[in-house]
């Protein structure tokens, strides 16, 4: 497994080695993978992974009608569609893919979840973000929390894959922190583990990319 001073020192160099910017740059990580079929779905990368250090607010949309609605009120959710509005969007195959596209999760009562599929499957579905089922007792809060502080990363059918590990206001250690959890949980999935792994780049928004490992 990659040391954490291996990774401290990559993220060290990307962020000298980008260029002064007068605004806030993301940092991301690529993996690269070796010796996976990926034509075999079960071995591509789908997984929501919480991070030991937030990266910023994630924009979370709930769907449903009821007590959901109120608890997402509270919970500070940044949208909430109901019934007719999932029905609506259907019809609107645009306004339906700019909203996929706005929302990092989204979390559905379970009595939508057919309305979910069959007018909003379409626009959801292939970027990973169809919604978690909510049954009708479950407190939303605590997931509203957990994934404000998660990010999500897929692979495809691809060998390879980013994601948003930190920005650069925060600390070297904490960016590192959260590649090292990033990377823990990607090789987890992976059949040989590390063996499966390439390399693994960092780099700012704008900068070159720093190889890891």
Sequence with gaps: MVERTQ???????ALKQAPERKFQE????????????????KNRIDE?????QAIGVKKIAVLGKGDIVSQARNAGVDLIIGP????????????????????????????????????????????????QPIPPTQDITPIVERLRNSVKIRSKDR????????????????V??????????????????????RSVYVKTTMGPAVKVM
Excluded: C
């Design 7 to 13: 990774i401290i020192t990559a993220v060290t160099a």
């Design 26 to 41: 993301s940092i991301d990580i690529t993996i690269n993978l070796k010796h996976v079929d990926m034509a075999q779905p």
């Design 176 to 197: 590192s922190e959260n590649i090292d959890a990033v990377v823990k949980r990607v090789v987890g999935r992976l059949e040989s583990g590390e063996l499966n792994i």
């Design 48 to 52: 929501t992974i919480l991070l030991p």
């Design 84 to 131: 007719d509005e999932i029905e609506r969007l259907g019809g609107v195959p645009r306004e339906a893919r700019k909203m996929a596209g706005q929302y990092d999760f989204f979390l559905a009562e379970t009595a939508v979840m057919p309305l979910v599929g069959r007018w909003l499957g379409q626009r959801l579905g292939p970027r990973g973000k169809m919604p």
């Design 159 to 174: 060998l390879n894959m980013s994601v948003k590990v930190g920005n650069t206001g925060m600390t070297v250690e904490e």
